[in-house]
C-alpha cells in the first residue's frame, strides 16, 4: 500500500491544557516577591485555578468565537422604537462572566488586591484581551466615585461585585455592575478640554442633562459611564446610567460601532446625548481632576494588557521551537533562534516585572509610592505598549508561514498588539505626562530616582544609563522636543534596576548588556552571542 500523502510530523502541539500562572516564573516570582508571606498559598492557589482555565481549550475556544463574531448594533425594535443595545456572541459573556467571577474587577478594598488582581488580568487576558477593556474600566471607576461618597455608597458594591449581571435594566435591581467611559469627542481627540458637549444644571443639587457626542465610547452596554461634559463652572465629571431607577432608558443613541483593526470582540461606539440624565461627580470646573484617578488606573491596565499580549506571543514562540526540528535539529537548539527567542524572552520579563510594581505601588498606598505613580505609570504606558507591537510581531515570525495563518492565533495577537498604546493616550501623552510630572511634582521624580538607587553599583552598564540619564534631565533645552527619548531612557532605567535586583543574573546580564550597554541592535535576535542565552530561553519556556 502506498504511504498517505497527508501524514502529519514535525508540527508542534497545541499549547493548550496547561497552567498559564505557573508556567511564567516571571509572574510567580513577582508575587512573591511583592505579596504579603500571609496571603501568598491562597494568592497561588486563586492564581493558579485561574491559569489552568485560561490555558484550557474551552477558554481559548471562547477567544475564538468571540473575536470571530464581532458585536451586532441594533438601534431600533422590529417596531420602530429606539433601543441602542448591541448584541454579543455567548463567548463574551462567558469570558467575561469568568473574569468577573475571578475579583477581576475588585481590587480596592481587599489585602494585596491590587497587586493579586494585576496578576490575575495578566493571566487571563492572554486567552483573549478584548474584554479587559470593561474590567478595566469598571475596576478603574471606583476611585472617582469615592469623591461622592453617595455616589460610592451605592455603585462601588456593584462594580465589586463578583456577579456578572448583563442586561440593561435599573442598577438597583442588578446584582454587579460594569462600567465604562466617554470623554473623546470628534473635534479634539486626546485634548478634552476642546470638548463641546454641554451640561445644564437641573433643579436637583448635582443633577444635569446633558447635550452632545462622544467619538470613542467604550463598551457601550455597561450599566453606567463616567463622562466629561461642560458645565457652568467648565469642564466637568458626570456618571450617566444606562438606565433610569423609573426603569426607562436614560437617551444614548449609539450611532455606529467602531470597525477597529483588532480588539474585535469587543465594541467601541460613536454615541450622542440628547438630554441625556447625569450626577456630577467632583466639582465642577473639575472634570480632568476627578476622572484623572480613573485614567492613572486604565493606564496601569494597559501596562498589564500589554504585558500580557508579550507573554503570550512570547509563549507561543518558544514552545513551538520547542517542538519543531529544522535542519538537523530543535529549533529553540540553534543558536540564532536561540537568541531571538532569549531576546523576546528578556523584554516580556521585564514587562511582566515592572507592571507588578506599579500594582504593588498601589497597594502600598503611602505618599511616596504614590509620588513614583505619578511618573512611573505614563513612563511605563509609554514604553512598554510601544514593545508590544515588536514582540508580538517578531513572535509571530518564529513560527514561519504558520504564524501569518489565523488559526495559529498569532495574528490576532498582532492585531491587538498597538492598541494599548493608543488607549488612555498615545506615546505623545504619556511622555508629555511625564514632563509635567517632572516640573508640577518635584517628589514625583525623587520618588523614581530613589526606586532606582538601590541597583547602584550592581552593574556598571547601569550605572553608566543613570548617569546618562541624569545629564539629560539636568539639561532642559528644547526638552520637549526630545522627550520621548527621555521617556524611553527612564523606561528602560527603571526595568533594567528591576531586573539586576530581582531577576536572574542571567536575565539582567541580557537586559543590562543589550538595552543599557550599547550591545544592541534594531531587531530582536541581537543580544550579544556570550550571553547565557540558554538559560534565559529555559526559564520563560512554558511545560505541559
Not at 493558579?48 to 482555565?53: F, I, Q, T, V
Not at 511634582?441 to 547601569?462: I, K, M, N, T
Not at 538559560?535 to 512554558?542: K, L, M
Request: aromatic letters at 6%; one cysteine or more.
Amino acid at each position: 500500500m502506498a504511504a498517505s500523502t497527508h501524514t502529519v510530523t514535525n508540527q508542534p502541539p497545541p499549547l493548550v491544557g496547561y497552567d498559564v500562572y505557573t508556567a511564567d516564573r516571571a509572574l510567580t516570582e513577582g508575587v512573591e516577591r511583592h505579596l504579603d508571606p500571609a496571603l501568598l498559598d491562597e494568592a497561588h492557589t486563586e492564581l493558579s485555578e485561574l491559569g489552568r482555565a485560561a490555558g484550557s481549550a474551552q477558554a481559548q475556544e471562547w477567544g475564538v468565537l468571540a473575536n470571530g463574531n464581532s458585536p451586532v448594533l441594533r438601534t431600533h425594535d422590529r417596531y420602530g422604537h429606539r433601543v441602542d443595545e448591541v448584541d454579543f456572541h455567548p463567548a463574551w459573556d462567558r469570558l467575561l462572566g469568568h473574569a468577573v467571577s475571578a475579583g477581576l474587577t475588585a481590587a480596592w478594598s481587599r489585602p494585596g488586591g491590587h497587586l493579586r488582581r494585576a496578576a490575575g488580568f495578566l493571566v487571563w487576558t492572554q486567552a483573549e484581551a478584548g474584554h479587559g477593556c470593561p474590567l478595566s474600566m469598571t475596576h478603574a471607576a471606583v476611585p472617582a466615585l469615592r469623591r461622592e461618597p453617595e455616589l460610592a455608597a451605592f455603585w462601588e458594591p456593584l462594580l465589586t461585585s463578583r456577579t456578572y449581571d448583563p442586561g440593561l435594566r435599573p442598577a438597583a435591581e442588578k446584582a454587579g455592575a460594569l462600567f465604562g467611559m466617554g470623554m473623546t469627542e470628534k473635534q479634539g481627540g486626546s485634548d478634552v478640554r476642546a470638548n463641546t458637549t454641554r451640561a445644564e444644571p437641573l433643579a436637583e443639587a448635582g443633577t444635569y442633562l446633558l447635550t452632545g457626542h462622544k467619538w470613542f465610547c467604550s463598551a457601550p452596554m455597561s450599566d453606567g459611564f463616567l463622562v466629561l461634559a461642560q458645565a457652568p463652572e467648565g469642564l466637568s465629571c458626570f456618571l450617566v446610567p444606562r438606565v433610569l431607577e423609573d426603569g426607562g432608558r436614560n437617551p444614548f443613541a449609539i450611532q455606529r460601532l467602531k470597525d477597529k483593526l483588532g480588539n474585535r470582540s469587543n465594541a467601541s461606539g460613536e454615541v450622542e446625548f440628547d438630554g441625556t440624565w447625569a450626577r456630577r461627580v467632583g466639582d465642577e470646573g473639575r472634570g480632568v481632576r476627578t476622572i484623572i484617578d480613573m485614567v492613572a488606573a486604565t493606564r496601569l491596565d494597559c501596562v498589564l494588557g500589554s504585558a500580557a499580549t508579550m507573554r503570550q506571543a512570547t509563549a507561543q514562540a518558544l514552545h513551538h521551537a520547542a517542538h519543531r526540528s529544522a535542519f538537523g535539529g530543535l529549533l529553540a537548539d540553534k543558536p540564532l533562534m536561540r537568541n531571538v527567542l532569549a531576546d523576546l524572552a528578556v523584554e516580556s520579563e521585564a514587562a511582566t516585572t515592572l507592571a507588578l510594581r506599579l500594582a504593588a505601588a498601589y497597594d502600598d498606598g503611602s505618599e511616596a509610592e504614590q509620588a513614583f505613580l505619578r511618573i512611573a505609570v505614563p513612563v511605563a504606558k509609554y514604553w512598554v505598549t510601544k514593545r508590544c507591537t515588536a514582540v508580538a510581531a517578531e513572535a509571530l515570525e518564529c513560527l514561519g508561514g504558520n504564524g501569518y495563518v489565523e488559526e495559529s492565533g498569532m495574528p490576532r495577537l498582532l492585531r491587538e498588539s498597538p492598541l494599548n498604546s493608543l488607549w488612555e493616550g498615545s506615546g505623545n501623552v504619556q511622555a508629555l505626562d511625564v514632563l509635567r510630572a517632572m516640573g508640577r511634582e518635584p517628589a514625583a521624580l525623587d520618588a523614581f530616582l530613589s526606586e532606582v538607587g538601590p541597583a547602584r553599583g550592581a552593574d556598571h552598564r547601569l550605572d553608566g544609563a543613570v548617569k546618562q540619564l541624569l545629564t539629560e534631565l539636568a539639561d532642559l533645552d528644547g526638552i520637549e522636543g526630545r522627550a520621548r527619548r527621555l521617556v524611553e531612557r527612564m523606561a528602560l532605567v527603571l526595568q533594567g534596576s528591576l531586573l539586576v535586583r530581582f531577576a536572574p543574573p542571567e536575565v539582567a546580564d541580557a537586559f543590562c548588556a543589550s538595552r543599557l550597554g550599547g550591545d544592541w541592535g534594531h531587531a530582536f535576535g541581537t543580544l550579544p552571542h556570550t550571553l547565557d542565552l540558554g538559560a534565559v530561553v529555559e526559564r520563560a519556556t512554558p511545560r505541559l
